[in-house]
């Protein structure tokens, strides 16, 4: 791992800029904050934690300015403050720099970066000083595009750095990151832990809200656990370790996250691909997956893992030398033929490709499985709601009512919901590309568990991961993708994290075929 | 729909007055109480039949549109497609007549069917095959039929064969029971596109497609498949409103059907139809054609407003009932 940052000064002993004092908030009848009590002084990090759901948005959302507190008072700098909405809140001084990226993607960075604020020399908007300020502000974030370039044609990482330098136009003193690394690769996340350094030690306030626990370890001077709504308590992060956040945050001692691994499976491949070709050679590859293991895929973000296996999958043009899936030869994919054959995706973009978010739960888990559920032209209603019911049960998909929409549900709960959705076609090979994004912890070792059971059973799954510690705990095997082509396989004692780093992003002539080192 | 439908599906539980969908009916209650307030010959038997029937053409292409539109997809090509079939259909029968009599009607319907499908497959098409938005796309052929009807009927009028006139005519005008047979098409062509939508697959792929094409083509659905049978269905409810309509005046001309597309998308939209798409309200598309009907029909009972106002406070309704959807979802 590359988290080789190391605080400086100790903890902050200036006065608070930013102080709540039993902030709650109800939604009609349900409270879902309460007598939230903390303070953000100038120079530190202060870390907010908890699961999913624990009330971390909600919070943010208060302190920002993007909803209004139902109890308590906000102070800044000593003096009452109410803010009616974040426009408010930012003359203030305080931003909230959101996790999903908002930003128009047919708009130039500086236009982003500037919308709704331009500058102008009389009636006409001066494009040469918005310009020349976002190329500042982009080398203060240590992003590499041109104020001129179009934001929809950067990666989603340059796009996070955009967010970022958009808070930075003006001079803050409290900036809100919101799970700030959730879509980085490994080195993209050190050159943001970089630049929040950076501006702690110019002395702003840094509210800095992680799924990470390594992170806020690294990172963070203090930290604010929340569970369920109730703040359990603030520690300075040097009292705890990562175990003990963990526990704090679950109110329970964690089992094994990881769920034992099952050892190189040696039965013959229930999925032999050779050479699958995507976008036109833009992404090659052959790899064999075998019942009973659990493949993982590691490599940098951009590496175009998640294109291969979208291509395999039928869903991008591809065409193969051979395809054998279940004994059954196919060259050119499509997505029907696929998951005829047994082979299923649960994409990483959970919102935008994975859930009708206005749907119900009941469309959302039939829709892959709508033939296999109704033999007939018609709806059959009964079997649909008890599906709905089974897989409430063996996902452990918690809601409060089962009407309610999929957009409603937390993350983990969503993650669930599109893990039974594509086990409702009973597939046996199960590709799941990042299977735990933004989801909490306790979430997580249920999916690890899930996984464990269905490759147990004598499925198989690919796992594509960017979370190193994920790809180490689960993989029996793991495959390192690099430019678009597998550079290395790993197995057994290989699976480290040096390993894959190594592999994913050294020169690939060194790295050709299987690296040990 | 009813009992069955809550019986079956528990999910709905907790689940409190859907306000939203229920809108479009208390609308139309509210207008029919005003009506009758306004001027007594409203209510009675004779002229309400009279307003429904009329609105039976919006109704059965507006749940042709209620399918597209919930596709995420827009049909602006309604009005003249339905003058193309109307003129495609009366020429058809024209040219049977001397050898099939009235049976040249049947074989009209026939070819018209055909026709109207055939135009919401081209339309289809030229969309999913394409990649080209909708709006462009329809746009296009709007112009495209309206052109060719103007060209058939040489700039005046065509007309059908004196002698199918008797023959036809109870189709617009006739009854079964006291009701005319234009309401009875409509409910059968409602009924069948709400079984559509609500009750099979099809209908299932229709909102997922249009609430979220992506997830939609991840979960195996067939993406512009769905589309394409969309705008098919919408070609044979144009079809259906061409073979109520012929009778009616017994000709088409370049003018037939002009501005329908317009009155069509208010309707599915009053109806609670998501013009986005992922929302599809076939019954609510009925009262939003009845709603369009009875407003013109008060204000020309009234003598308060001019009825050359009538697409003005039309206009006025789409706009108040757009907001007033805005305000129920906002909380």
Redesign the interface.
């Known amino acids: 791992m590359s988290l080789t940052l190391t605080k400086s000064a100790p903890v902050s002993t200036a006065a608070p800029a930013l102080t709540a004092r039993g902030l709650s908030k109800c939604y009609g009848q349900i409270e879902v904050l309460r007598d939230i009590t903390l303070d953000i002084r100038p120079g530190e990090v202060h870390a907010i934690i908890g699961e999913n759901g624990a009330g971390k948005s909600t919070l943010m959302k208060l302190l920002s300015g993007h909803a209004t507190p139902t109890g308590g008072q906000l102070f800044m700098d000593g003096k009452k403050v109410n803010f009616a909405d974040a426009v408010q809140a930012e003359a203030a001084g305080i931003v909230l720099v959101h996790q999903e990226i908002l930003l128009a993607a047919d708009l130039t960075v500086a236009q982003n970066l500037f919308l709704g604020r331009e500058l102008s020399r009389g009636f006409m908007v001066d494009d040469r000083a918005m310009n020349r300020r976002t190329a500042e502000v982009l080398a203060q974030v240590g992003s590499t595009a041109r104020p001129t370039d179009r934001v929809g044609d950067q990666p989603l990482a340059q796009r996070q750095l955009f967010q970022i330098a958009r808070a930075l136009l003006d001079d803050r003193k409290v900036v809100i990151l919101d799970e700030p690394t959730a879509m980085l690769a490994n080195d993209e996340v050190d050159a943001l832990l970089r630049i929040v350094r950076d501006l702690r030690d110019q002395g702003v306030a840094i509210l800095y809200i992680s799924h990470r626990l390594e992170e806020v370890e690294t990172l963070a001077d203090r930290v604010t656990i929340l569970r369920d709504g109730d703040m359990i308590g603030t520690w300075n992060v040097s009292e705890l370790s990562q175990r003990q956040m963990a526990e704090q945050m679950v109110g329970r001692k964690l089992d094994m996250l990881y769920p034992p691994k099952r050892g190189t499976s040696k039965d013959a491949p229930i999925l032999d691909v050779t050479a699958l070709s995507v976008d036109g050679g833009k992404f090659v590859g052959s790899l064999v997956v075998r019942p009973g293991e659990v493949l993982g895929i590691g490599g940098m973000i951009g590496a175009g893992r998640t294109e291969f296996f979208e291509g395999l999958m039928g869903?991008r043009t591809a065409q193969a030398d051979k395809i054998v899936l279940n004994g059954e030869s196919i060259t050119s994919p499509n997505?029907?033929r696929m998951?005829a054959a047994g082979l299923v995706?649960l994409?990483e973009?959970r919102k935008?490709?994975?859930?009708?978010?206005?749907?119900?739960?009941?469309?959302n888990l039939?829709?892959?499985a709508?033939?296999a559920i109704?033999p007939g032209?018609?709806?059959n209603?009964?079997g649909e709601?008890s599906a709905?019911d089974v897989a409430v049960e063996e996902y452990d998909i918690r809601v409060?009512?089962?009407?309610i929409e999929a957009g409603k549900l937390s993350g983990g709960n969503q993650q669930k919901l599109l893990l039974a959705?594509v086990m409702m076609a009973d597939p046996s090979v199960v590709i799941i590309d990042e299977p735990t994004r933004g989801i909490d912890i306790g979430n997580k070792s249920q999916i690890y568990k899930f996984i464990d059971d269905l490759v147990r059973a004598g499925r198989a799954c690919v796992v594509i991961s960017s979370e190193l510690p994920e790809l180490v705990g689960l993989a029996d095997r793991v495959l390192v993708m690099r430019g678009g082509r597998f550079v290395a396989e790993l197995e057994g004692a290989e699976i480290t994290e040096q390993n894959v780093v190594y592999a994913a992003a050294s020169n690939r002539k060194t790295a050709e075929g299987r690296t040990g080192t | 729909m009813s009992s069955i439908?809550i019986k079956?599906?528990?999910?709905?539980?907790?689940?409190s007055i859907p306000w939203g969908s229920l809108a479009p009916f208390i609308a139309l209650a509210a207008i029919v109480v005003l009506g009758a307030l306004i001027n007594s010959n409203f209510l009675a038997a004779n002229n309400l039949l009279n307003v429904i029937t009329r609105s039976a053409f919006i109704a059965i292409i507006g749940v042709g549109a209620t399918f597209v539109i919930a596709t995420g997809g827009l049909d602006l090509s309604v009005g003249s497609m339905m003058a193309f079939v109307t003129g495609i259909m009366i020429l058809t029968m024209n040219g049977l007549t001397p050898s099939l009599g009235p049976w040249a009607i049947l074989a009209g319907a026939g070819v018209a069917l055909v026709v109207g499908a055939l135009c919401g497959l081209l339309n289809g098409l030229i969309i999913t095959v394409g990649r080209i938005e909708p709006f462009i796309v329809t746009l296009g052929t709007m112009g495209i039929f309206r052109a060719f009807i103007t060209f058939m009927s040489d700039g005046g009028s065509l007309s059908i064969d004196r002698s199918l006139r008797e023959a036809y005519r109870p189709v617009y005008f006739g009854d079964f029971l006291g009701v005319p047979y234009p309401v009875l098409i409509t409910l059968c062509v409602v009924l069948i596109g709400a079984f559509l939508l609500y009750?099979?697959?099809?209908?299932?792929?229709v909102?997922?497609v249009g609430?979220?094409a992506?997830?939609?083509?991840?979960?195996?659905?067939?993406v512009g498949g769905v589309r394409t049978m969309a705008f098919v269905i919408q070609g044979i409810c144009v079809a259906v409103a061409a073979i109520c309509y012929v009778p009616r005046l017994g000709a088409a001309t370049p003018t037939t059907g002009q501005l329908w597309e317009l009155q069509v998308i208010t309707a599915v939209v009053i109806g609670g139809t998501l013009l986005r798409g992922?929302?599809a309200r076939v019954w609510g598309t009925v009262a939003g054609a009845l709603i369009l009907e009875i407003i013109a029909n008060v204000m020309v009972l009234s003598d308060m407003v001019s009825e050359y106002l009538v697409a003005a406070v039309q206009g006025t309704i789409i706009i108040i009932a757009m907001l007033a959807h805005r305000f129920t979802s906002a909380r």
């Not at chain 1, 409060?400 to 009407?403: C, K, T, V, Y």
């Open positions: 869903l997505v029907k998951m995706y994409t973009d935008g490709k994975g859930l009708l978010l206005n749907d119900r739960l009941g469309p039939t829709l892959q709508l033939d109704n032209f018609q709806l209603r009964k709601a709905l409060r009512s089962l009407g959705k | 439908e079956a599906t528990p999910e709905r539980e907790g689940i009750r099979t697959k099809y209908g299932r792929r909102t997922a609430s979220n992506d997830v939609a083509q991840f979960s195996g659905v067939h992922g929302k």
